[in-house]
């Protein structure tokens, strides 16, 4: 189940959101883990199963390494069982298939028989919830938050529909206090109800009306080079738009159930380094690579050389998290080498430094060359449509192209820079709020009172939402793109 469908929006929401008012509130932690099992199950009700397995051990590890007391010996021994063994299910289901095929291509001009091998079905969500898990486990062995002893409490942390299938990534000790205590009011529920559908518009309007562009410039054989740069454009504007809209709908939901998540995104596109860009995008992934990975390896501790080569292995690291294929080996290689470079060069991340286009096209350029490695198929596939961009050869938009995309497409994709160019410009504003690193999404106006800002952007959202409604029943499917990972 997808929030962009009409079961979600017409069946599963309204029964969840029914019941759970309807219940006190002493119940509603096991309203919403049902519920996000059953929003889980929907999609294959074997791997719920894994997903309850893997619950249950990490709040089994959590109770192991508190009896032994945070940082001593024996709660590290816990701590190495539990990542081991979360790390040892993340690698089957999501890398086996990559393994096996990459050693059968390798022996392939050996004469040796190729491996035989059973193609294993990726459970969708895995890489977060076994991040979360990993983040709780080590969060309780660092002593920076207390193991919790009620298991509906983490079940909940870890299954909350909201955010399961494709983040924001989570820590336990951000949310423990929701879970006992959160507020619920009208305020609230509008807030979270105008952010899903803004979410909903990003999703439906403009991610999904972009999609066939994409799709049919990376199914070229022979792309021109108007045909790649127009591609990965939009490219570069679908995947902000699909994975920034789910990230609103889940916040949105949050606020919904009284729950405040963190931000997750903050105009990455304004960037005017990589460097600021992984401050942007995918906030919570981003921090936890940070203080999960890259702080574990050494950090910025122990010489220049160990500090460039932590950074270097963090982002190869994280682009095999987002899948088991080289591109996505080289897209984390791509962006660890110019964060190094950065770096070395001593470019800042203070995100209020003064806009500059010099600064800004350089880093927009970055970012769309690696999303062509992050979007295609393989590694030749990449390599074409790189030699395709920059070979100028001036035929123009190929024929091929054009009679595979149309005027409202190309519309959407102009609609889509034109709010990116001016949400861009507004947060860069002296009065615009700040969102930091792991902040929690904060709440809007006063009490009771609504703003000529309030007013405006109902009016906008409100009629926007239905007409997005009525697309998605047309289309009838309109997956994330992010639940690939």
């Known amino acids: 189940m997808v929030f962009s469908s009409n079961i979600f929006l017409f069946a599963f929401l309204p029964l969840f959101l029914a ?27 074997d ?3 894994l997903f309850i397995a893997v619950t249950a051990w990490n709040y089994w ?31 089957y289901f999501k890398y086996a298939n990559f393994g096996v ?21 990726l459970p969708i969500g895995i890489s977060f919830y076994t991040f979360e898990s990993i983040s709780y486990i080590v969060d309780v062995y660092r002593g920076d938050t207390e193991p919790t002893r009620h298991p509906v409490d983490f079940a909940c942390f870890i299954a909350l529909f909201p955010h399961l299938i494709a983040g924001p990534v989570f820590r336990y000790k951000d949310l423990a206090d929701q879970f006992t205590n959160r507020t ?48 990965a454009l939009a490219y ?29 995104f903050n105009q990455p596109y304004i960037s005017q380094s990589i460097t600021e860009f992984w401050r942007r995008w995918h906030i919570s992934l981003s921090s936890w690579l940070r203080d999960y990975l890259y702080v574990p390896l050494g950090g910025n501790r122990g010489g220049t050389f160990k500090t460039y080569r932590n950074l270097w292995l963090t982002m190869v690291l994280g682009g095999l998290w987002h899948g088991a294929n080289w591109t996505f080996v080289l897209w984390g290689v791509w962006h660890g080498t110019i964060l190094a470079i950065e770096r070395a060069l001593g470019i800042g991340t203070d995100l209020k430094t003064p806009w ?4 800004w096209a350089p880093t927009f350029l970055f970012v769309i060359l690696g999303w062509v490695m992050f979007r295609a198929e393989s590694v030749h596939e990449a390599g074409r449509f790189y030699a395709a961009m920059f070979s100028f050869d001036g035929r123009g938009v190929s024929d091929v192209y054009a009679a595979g995309i149309d005027s409202l497409q190309m519309y959407t994709l102009l609609l889509a820079y034109v709010v990116l160019a001016i949400a861009g410009w507004m947060s860069r504003r002296p ?55």
Request: hydrophobic share 50%; net charge neutral; proline share 3%.
């Open 431 to 485: 009065s615009a709020p700040e969102h930091r690193q792991g902040e929690l999404v904060g709440g809007g106006s006063a009490l009771g009172v609504l703003t000529t800002r309030d007013v405006v952007l109902t009016a906008l959202v409100l009629p926007l939402f239905a007409l997005a409604v009525l697309k998605l029943s047309a289309q009838s499917y309109s997956p994330f793109l992010y639940f690939q990972f």
């Open 47 to 49: 791997f719920l199963f």
């Open 184 to 231: 619920h009011s009208v305020d609230k529920f509008s807030e979270g109800a105008m952010r899903f559908m803004q979410g909903f518009i990003k999703k439906v309007f403009i991610a999904d009306s972009i999609a066939p562009m994409v799709s049919a410039g990376f199914a070229l054989q022979d792309p021109s080079t108007a045909d790649a740069w127009l591609t």
């Open 19 to 45: 019941i759970y008012f309807a219940c006190p509130n002493r119940y509603r932690n096991w309203v919403v883990l049902l519920g996000s099992y059953a929003f889980y199950a929907w999609w294959r009700v």
């Open 356 to 359: 500059r286009v010099w600064r």
């Open 236 to 264: 570069t504007a679908q995947l902000y738009f699909d994975f920034s809209g789910y990230s609103d709908m889940a916040i949105g939901l949050g606020l919904m159930m009284g729950f405040r998540f963190m931000e997750n």
């Open 61 to 91: 590890i959590g109770l192991g390494i508190a009896r032994c007391g945070a940082k001593t010996e024996g709660a590290k021994r816990w701590l190495i069982l539990g990542v081991v063994v979360d790390l040892a299910v993340l690698a």
């Open 101 to 121: 095929d990459s050693f059968n291509a390798m022996i392939a001009g050996t004469g040796m028989e190729p491996f035989a091998w059973t193609a294993i079905i």
